[in-house]
């Protein structure tokens, strides 16, 4: 299976930061990664996908890059309502698999 | 507006089953894979179990194979998850959700059904 190592687990920021999160896959996963964002008693819902494609609905200060194994999540301009956990995900191959989450608060 | 809504969680004995239930409206099932994710605060997000779209390809997790079944009834707009044997550490939310189209992106998650299993 295909680890997928976040970091860090958590950070501090404060509104209008920019933000970044990096994820790193334990080995090459193509384009097939995917973003996602977590708020307390909620499922996770798609940021991203295919590495730095924007779900619809989600605003562009969410980003991504990244090729192989490494990628990363920038947020600029760090709003109120995207305190919350995010997560990567691989579906290069079976079984998909995550991160164990970054959780970005004040 | 897709949406994905699960329903037969609840609390079982170790050794028990129980089957959730995920029903979609919205878009047409029929034309979508469907996978089912569990999450608990130890082991964050588990892909557990997938189905295409007819129902002719299935993949399972090694944690759940051999214990799990997940089945599909497109004129019924519902897809299912068997589980038997279910054990403490089967203990999470349990999400039905929908891989989109074009690529396998998980882009469509239900609000998720709690599963409890007590010894």
């Known amino acids: 299976d295909i680890q997928m190592t976040q970091s860090p687990s958590s950070l501090s920021a404060s509104v209008g930061d920019r933000v970044t999160i990096t994820c790193r896959a334990s080995?090459?996963?193509?384009?097939?990664l995917a973003w996602f964002q977590q708020k307390p008693g909620t499922a996770p819902k798609l940021l991203l996908y295919d590495v730095s494609n924007l779900q619809n609905g989600v605003p562009s200060r969410f980003s991504g890059s990244g090729s192989g194994t490494d990628f990363t999540l920038t947020i600029t301009s760090l709003r109120p309502e995207d305190f919350a956990t995010y997560y990567c995900q691989h579906y290069s191959n079976f079984p998909p698999t995550f991160g164990q989450g970054t959780t970005v608060e004040v | 507006e897709a949406e994905l809504e699960e329903s037969g969680g609840g609390l079982v004995q170790s050794g028990g089953s129980l089957r959730l239930s995920c029903t979609a409206s919205g878009f047409p099932l029929n034309n979508y894979n469907m996978n089912w994710v569990r999450q608990t605060p130890g082991k964050g997000l588990e892909w557990l179990a997938y189905?295409?779209?007819?129902?002719?390809?299935?993949k399972y997790a090694d944690s759940v194979r051999g214990r799990f079944s997940i089945s599909r009834d497109n004129a019924k707009n519902s897809v299912f998850l068997q589980m038997n044997s279910l054990r403490n550490d089967d203990s999470a939310m349990y999400y039905c959700?929908?891989?989109?189209?074009?690529?396998?992106?998980?882009?469509?998650w239900g609000q998720g059904t709690t599963v409890t299993v007590s010894s």
């Open positions: 080995q090459a996963v193509r384009n097939s």
């Open positions: 189905v295409n779209f007819n129902g002719r390809t299935i």
């Open positions: 959700v929908r891989e989109g189209t074009i690529t396998s992106r998980m882009d469509v």
